[in-house]
Every structure is written in C-alpha cells, then in structure tokens.
C-alpha cells in the first residue's frame, strides 16, 4: 500500500500541484483546506506524513501542529511564506520535522517528503533500548519511557534524547548535538537544541525548574545522569 499523506493547504491551486506531484512520486496524498479539517481527518485516519501550510483559516498550521503533537509522532513538513531563524526555530520548538519555504520547487518538495518517510520507517538492528536512572529509550521502537509509562516525543528530542542516553554522564555541547542528530532532525540549530531541552524537561523531570537527569553544564553544554546521584 503507497503511504498516505495529508496536504493542509487553502491555496486550492498550489494543493494541486503539490497532490499531483506526490500521486506521481507514488504516494496516495488526500488534500485539506484549513486546519481544523486537518486535525479531524487526523483523528479518523493517521496518515504517514503531513505537508502543514502555517497560514491557514479556522486554525493555523503552528496551531495544528501544537495540537497533533500531544499525541501523535507522525513526520510533518511545514509550508511557510517565512523564512526567518526565528520562524524556523519556533517550528521545532512546536514540533515541525522539516521546513519548506514558499516559494518553491515541488521537485523540492517531494524529496524532503521522501527523506521524512524514510527516516520515519527507519529502525536501527538489535538494540534492546537505553536506560538511564527512571528513563528509557528504545530506539528501535522510537519510544521513551519514565518510570514506565511512555512519554511522547516530537522527532528532534528523541534525536537529543537518544545521543544524550548512549553515554550518559558525558557532556555533549550544543554544536556536538547539533552534528549527531542532523540525520533526524535537518533543521537541528543550536538554538533548536535549547528548545529541545526546555521541552524534554517538561516532559521527563519531576520538576523542570530544578531537573535531575537533563543538566546543563554551564558554558559547556548538557549531559543527562540517573539523578541526583548521577
């Protein structure tokens, strides 16, 4: 069965162009027109990425994005008249696996879709998972865990989450991070590595103000440890 992608894009004519390229690149692209029809046809039937317009009625895409990521870690490339650092940092804090500037070479379009696609489907062999104190990170399965229950993920922190866990005690700086999740994450900035940590923290520590595993060595970088004893 050819992967399903939902295309989020008010602009009827650039949804065609867009849809037409995708069908012909192999793949069965359904189109939406503004993000609440996004978020529910999300809801009926996950599809296997999302091409996410940011300026669209009824709900924009940065809010679609903040919406679907409570739950779901489907890979989403975002459609953007904005090509600012900050626009792009702001689209990974929110969640956003890629970023696309209007505008563009649908040529373009389809190899960043096909990149996300095969990184989404990409398991490493033979690895039974990490932990590290209450954590764990299963990277075959793409999944984290604290003391048990599965925590969910956008695709840049497990990228950081996961480079921090294969040595743990290890200080990483923001430029080292940065190189070890490029693969994953192909927008990864320092900055973005910062956003990425605020939001591991809200999600792993007890108490994000004062963290216990995610440390930040100062004017070094961070390292992740089993706790207060780690």
Known sequence: MPERILIAEDDPRQAEIVR?????????????????????????RVPDLLVLDVLMPEIDGRDVCRVLRVDH????????????ADDRVLGLEIGADD?????YDPRELVARVRSLLRRATARPAGDDGLRVGRIVVDTAGHTVRVDGAEVPCTRGEF??????AAEPGRVFSRRQLVERISGLDRNATDRGIDMHVVNLRRKLERDPRRPEH???????????TGGAAG
Do not use: C, F, N
């Open 20 to 44: 037409r390229y995708l069908q012909a690149a192999g793949w069965d692209p359904v189109v939406v027109g503004d993000g609440r029809a996004a978020i529910a046809a999300i809801r009926q």
């Open 73 to 84: 870690d489907l890979p989403i490339l975002m459609l953007t008249a904005r090509s600012s």
């Open 99 to 103: 970023y696309l500037t209007k505008p």
């Open 159 to 164: 990228a950081v989450l996961a480079a921090l």
């Open 214 to 224: 995610l440390l930040t060595v100062h004017g070094v970088g961070y390292k992740l």
